[in-house]
């Protein structure tokens, strides 16, 4: 089953908010927003739908209180009434329905009507409210059944309170995506995990990473069984007494086994864990790596068989607990995630909610970082997380992005009087492309996406022969036309400036580099006027400072953007959501992320046409 879209009604900050999530693309969903714009209101909404914690709240050291009342907005806190609740359309996927059917029939001998239940329905989870006093959950689906039950000769509606409804309902929860918020990975580690505990007693970190043990095993090539092949191998050797509960008094073979299993767990967490480290942090790894220690011992009056997270650095060891806090992070970010996909009886996908993922990591680390959530997400699973960093954006998922914010906040003149009193909380959430489109001057909501885009030359391009524009505008548009679309071999690098007449201080660093380069200008009169000064200042010719009427005489007084026909400027406008013709900032935007995501959108000939120009007119100038 598949996650359409959220409706998010009155909980907390959120009056309405609706989150869309097809196309899911690379199944990885963004909340941009800066802080205090409503992002992690938005996780807390959707993990109380999904209500699958697991138990993950008491590694935070703190149980759920189930006290709704916090979820009414502050404004409405005197008097509300009314109800707060998560809608989620949901989709079957393919053969589901049958195989429902079947087990309904199994459980109760109701043969459902195939025809009655719809490809895609609804679930609204939530809790009415009456002069702010708490009254009842909600718990609706817009779908009924139709069905026969033993002995009956026509299809009746199957009663919502019915043994063959509620076994489809148990049915369906079963195959919903499960939904699992991490706030963050900073948790205890327990020095030791039991394998065989006391179920009743049991507590809930060590059932979580008892869990994870397990799920390590079901990942190996040839999956085991922790408690086949670990557990019972000691508890059953009658060679093992209540005086002698050690590992040490086992058969030989029956050592060698567990051995041999503990070595595949360990060999595998080694490669996981620093292979992904090393991509993150960097490093030699050599003689580094990860082992389950197996103990025993027979406290709480029973035999217990028990492993530890051993590092061992040498000849050194530690417990993972006492590594770094970045270590410590990333080593329960991948147990937490990567493995999870393996985990036994987990039915269907998982929605991972990250708040804020790898806050105290470095700049490299978090774009590092960014890389393994398409791994996690590749195997059916998603992962939304929320971001105010420019390093935890990628381009290519920027249709599954979304701009969070909040309207009490005023974020264009930040300060002590920002926050706007007057207004109550209200956290809007709405698809990157239509916000941008909707709101092209308030660049600060999207401030992370644009400061990911931002243009860096690197050494390496101004040491080679260039060619020196106007502005970013310019590199993004010429750029993206030779290397996605035409796919130039050119090698020469373009280097945006800061403005037709600002390119002196560049102009003198390249000369004294000795640097072979030339300059193209606009063919308005800022171009041209700027033009004729640096051949006189810098006493360049007309061969090294010329203006795009050299490239096409066509474009004799035009600027970079007019490059682009009417065709091309309608397709921008239909790709960024726009009702009128893009301006120069939106086509700059559209090219900037064409380019990082190397989309190659179908632009008039008359475009490539004028970019292959301009290729091979710098090439000829930067040759002579």
């Not at 909340?31 to 699958?52: P, R, V, W, Y």
Request: charged share 25%.
């Amino acid at each position: 089953m598949r996650f359409l879209r959220f409706e998010i009604s009155n909980f907390k900050g959120i009056g309405f908010a609706a989150l869309d999530l097809i196309p899911a693309g690379g199944n990885v969903f963004t909340l941009i927003g800066l802080n205090e714009s409503g992002k992690t209101t938005i996780l807390e909404a959707l993990d109380d739908f999904g209500a699958n914690r697991e138990g993950v709240e008491e590694l935070y050291g703190a149980k759920r209180v189930a006290e709704f009342v916090t979820y009414v907005p502050k404004h409405l806190k005197a008097n509300f009434t009314g109800k707060i609740a998560v809608t989620a359309q949901v989709a079957f996927d393919n053969g589901e329905v049958s195989e429902i059917i079947k087990a309904v029939f199994a459980a109760t001998g109701y043969r459902i009507e195939p025809e009655s239940v719809p490809g895609q329905f609804s679930i609204t989870r939530g809790y009415n409210f009456e002069n702010s006093d708490y009254k009842s959950k909600i718990n609706n689906w817009s779908t009924g059944i139709r069905g026969r039950g033993p002995g009956d000769r026509k299809n009746w509606p199957t009663a919502n309170n019915g043994d063959a409804w509620k076994s489809f309902v148990a049915e369906v929860n079963s195959r919903l995506p499960k939904i699992v918020y991490y706030p963050t990975f900073l948790f205890s580690i327990p020095s030791k995990i039991i394998l065989n505990p006391n179920e009743e007693a049991e507590k809930s970190e060590n059932r979580i990473y008892r869990q994870i043990i397990q799920d390590v095993a079901s990942s190996l090539t040839s999956p085991l069984d922790v408690k086949t092949h670990i557990v019972d191998r000691i508890i059953n050797e009658p060679t093992i007494t209540e005086q002698f509960f050690n590992f040490m008094m086992l058969a030989p073979d029956k050592q060698q086994q567990i051995n041999a299993t503990l070595n595949l767990l360990s060999q595998h967490l080694t490669k996981t864990v620093f292979e992904s480290w090393g991509k993150i942090f960097s490093g030699n790894f050599r003689g580094r790596e990860i082992y389950v220690r197996l103990g025993t011992d027979n406290e709480e009056g029973a035999k217990r068989v028990y492993l530890k997270f051993v590092l061992k650095d040498g000849a050194t060891e530690y417990d993972v607990s006492e590594r770094s806090l970045g270590f410590r992070w990333f080593f329960s970010f991948l147990l937490f995630t990567l493995y999870r996909v393996y985990a036994k009886g987990v039915r269907g996908p998982t929605l991972f909610l990250l708040d804020e993922p790898a806050s105290n990591l470095h700049s490299r680390a978090q774009m590092q970082l960014l890389e393994s959530f398409g791994r996690i997400a590749s195997r059916s699973s998603g992962i939304m997380y929320s971001t105010h960093s420019h390093y935890m954006v990628n381009p290519e998922w920027l249709d599954q992005a979304f701009v969070v914010a909040n309207t009490a906040i005023d974020y264009e003149n930040p300060g002590e009087d920002s926050l706007n009193e007057d207004k109550s909380t209200d956290v809007t959430v709405e698809r990157y492309r239509a916000f941008v489109g909707q709101n092209p001057t308030k660049t600060t909501y999207f401030q992370p996406v644009l400061d990911k885009l931002e243009v860096v030359p690197s050494r390496l391009d101004l040491l080679k022969s260039s060619v020196l524009v106007e502005g970013k505008g310019d590199f993004f548009i010429l750029e993206y036309g030779r290397r996605i679309l035409l796919k130039s071999k050119s090698d020469f690098a373009i280097v945006p400036t800061r403005g037709a007449g600002d390119m002196d201080d560049l102009i003198g660093i390249f000369y004294g580099w000795g640097v072979n380069f030339v300059i193209c200008l606009d063919a308005d009169k800022a171009g041209l006027d700027a033009r004729e000064r640096y051949k006189t200042d810098w006493a360049m010719s007309s061969e090294r400072v010329f203006t795009l009427e050299s490239v096409d005489a066509s474009l004799k007084g035009g600027r970079i953007e007019d490059l682009l026909n009417s065709e091309d400027r309608n397709l921008i406008a239909e790709v960024m959501g726009l009702a009128v013709e893009p301006t120069k900032s939106q086509v700059q935007l559209f090219f900037s992320e064409a380019l990082a995501r190397k989309e190659p959108y179908k632009l008039s000939e008359m475009f490539i046409g004028r970019v292959k120009k301009f290729d091979e007119l710098v090439s000829k100038k930067l040759a002579e």
